[in-house]
């Protein structure tokens, strides 16, 4: 659904038969928790049988309750504290292996991002960066570290890549300042959000330059400003977000351009190798 789900379930209240106010205000006090019960589970918690709480769905326009259910999981990985994520997190894993869970969950959202992801877009993204004028990277807080590794990468092949420090919104739009239409700009944002990035990302498209978003799908707020939308699965484990699928996005992307440019990658490491071996920055030891 195109808007909050909890706020469509607030202005519908009045609306509602008394077993569904009684589901309605179950989820608005306690969205966090609702968002990962089973319909009877969460028909008992409210009070009323599993059948209604399925009608409640379909009366909200969704299928049935397992589509209900994956809106509202979306929308807590954007509203909830990291206090509240960890206490989320930690009651989903239960007692069960944390090392089994953690791993198979990752193996899980990158089949998903697999599945999903927009071929097309990819390629295009791809070819986009081959061509630019400047290769803008730019991720905040979590995503910092998934755009410092493909900036680390892309210039090993590029000498026109920029990697914008994000420690200031004013001295991120210094660096962004002159992107134009000839520049592309890799965004990389997942929950929570950042408005620093949200803000570049607009600055960017109406400067006409091409933005590419890696993200977690059409959802997320830097999607409406984006040419090339690369929608990665990601999961919510204790306070942070699993970022292991979007890290395989972005290899995937450092690979794909260094097979279109292959005697530039070849050309430019074997330079590269003779410097580390002159100033002998990689130990040569054998033991």
Request: charged fraction near 25%; charge should be negative.
């Amino acid at each position: 659904m195109t808007r909050n789900l909890l706020t469509i379930i607030e202005e519908r209240i009045p609306d509602f038969s008394k077993g569904q106010k009684r589901i309605a205000n179950f989820i608005l006090e306690k969205y966090d928790s609702a968002a990962y019960m089973t319909s009877s589970k969460l028909g008992m918690e409210a009070g009323v049988s599993e059948s209604t709480v399925v009608r409640f769905a379909n009366e909200l326009g969704y299928e049935g309750y397992p589509e209900m259910q994956k809106d509202l999981r979306e929308i807590i990985r954007t509203r909830l504290t990291s206090v509240q994520r960890v206490d989320v997190t930690n009651s989903l894993l239960g007692d069960d292996s944390i090392l089994d869970r953690v791993l198979n969950s990752d193996a899980e959202k990158i089949r998903q991002t697999l599945d999903d992801i927009d071929r097309a877009a990819f390629d295009k993204a791809v070819e986009k960066i081959i061509a630019a004028g400047t290769i803008y990277i730019i991720g905040v807080r979590s995503s910092s570290s998934l755009a410092g590794f493909l900036n680390y990468n892309l210039r090993m092949i590029f000498d026109n890549v920029k990697f914008v420090q994000t420690t200031s919104g004013s001295e991120m739009f210094e660096q962004i300042m002159n992107i134009q239409s000839k520049d592309v700009l890799v965004a990389i944002s997942f929950p929570r959000y950042s408005s620093r990035i949200i803000n570049a990302v607009e600055y960017a498209h109406n400067a006409g330059a091409d933005v590419i978003s890696v993200t977690d799908g059409p959802n997320s707020p830097i999607a409406a400003h984006s040419d090339q939308l690369l929608s990665v699965h990601s999961d919510m484990i204790s306070f942070v977000d699993s970022l292991v699928a979007p890290l395989s996005i972005v290899n995937a992307i450092i690979v794909a351009v260094s097979k279109k440019v292959p005697d530039r990658v070849h050309d430019r490491l074997a330079k590269l190798e003779k410097i580390w071996d002159e100033y002998d920055v990689y130990d040569k030891s054998k033991g």
